[in-house]
T-cell receptor
Framework: KAGVTQTPRYLIKTRGQQVTLSCSPI?????VSWYQQTPGQGLQFLFE???????NKGNFPGRFSGRQFSNSRSEMNVSTLELGDSALYLC???????????FGPGTRLLVL | AQSVTQPDIHITVSEGASLELRCNYS??????LFWYVQSPGQGLQLLLK??????LVQGIKGFEAEFKRSQSSFNLRKPSVHWSDAAEYFC????????????FGTGTSLTVIP
């Protein structure tokens, strides 16, 4: 089975712009979770989608949003980018969300 | 509130020496427990997991972990470290009774010296 894929792998944006990141889960997995990883804060949970519905949400501002499509692929959007949004964004998939999460390689976002 | 603590930010061990990485959690019930490893610039790879049953679990790359309910701990061990084990290690907790959410520790960075 192919693993979790994330595109793009690297991204450079400027403050105020918006960005969309994509995640394709392992085939058959219906749960997709997003995390932000920074050196200072570690791994922070953004949100989880299951069968096209947001099921859990972390403590991030409304500038961070996401969605999931019928084929379980998920996108994450960040609007009005700030310098502090520079991070590695990781996507993880699992069958129902309760068991093992399998991570993608991440998208490294740099905001200038 | 649920939390995961990895008290050691950084550990240095000699190649061939034994290793133990600590993980403590705060959760009212028995959580699902995981250890992940992350190499620089990469995603997280699952080393092992505990859901129920035998409290000593074996994982990949020669790692094992022991769940101790009385201590709310899930420490990761390896009897003989290899240079390729140098990486960041994350303990994670899944909370099936409170919204299926995962909580990660802040990670332990492992350096292996020859």
């Amino acid at each position: 089975k192919a693993g979790v894929t994330q595109t793009p792998r690297y991204l450079i944006k400027t403050r105020g712009q918006q960005v969309t990141l994509s995640c394709s889960p392992i085939s058959g997995h219906r749960s997709v979770s997003w995390y932000q990883q920074t050196p200072g804060q570690g791994l922070q949970f953004l949100f989880e989608y299951f069968s096209e519905t947001q099921r859990n949400k972390g403590n991030f501002p409304g500038r961070f949003s996401g969605r999931q499509f019928s084929n379980s692929r998920s996108e994450m959007n960040v609007s009005t980018l700030e310098l502090g949004d520079s991070a590695l964004y990781l996507c993880a998939s699992s069958n129902t969300g309760l068991e093992t999460q399998y991570f993608g390689p991440g998208t490294r976002l740099l905001v200038l | 509130a649920q939390s995961v603590t990895q008290p050691d930010i950084h550990i240095t061990v000699s190649e061939g020496a034994s290793l133990e990485l600590r993980c403590n959690y705060s959760y009212g019930a028995t959580p699902y427990l995981f250890w992940y490893v992350q190499s620089p610039g990469q995603g997280l790879q699952l080393l092992l997991k505990y859901f129920s049953g035998d409290t000593l679990v074996q994982g990949i790359k020669g790692f094992e972990a022991e769940f101790k309910r009385s201590q709310s701990s899930f420490n990761l061990r390896k009897p003989s470290v290899h240079w390729s084990d140098a990486a960041e290690y994350f303990c994670a907790v899944g909370t099936p009774n409170t919204g299926n959410q995962f909580y990660f520790g802040t990670g332990t960075s492992l350096t292996v010296i020859p």
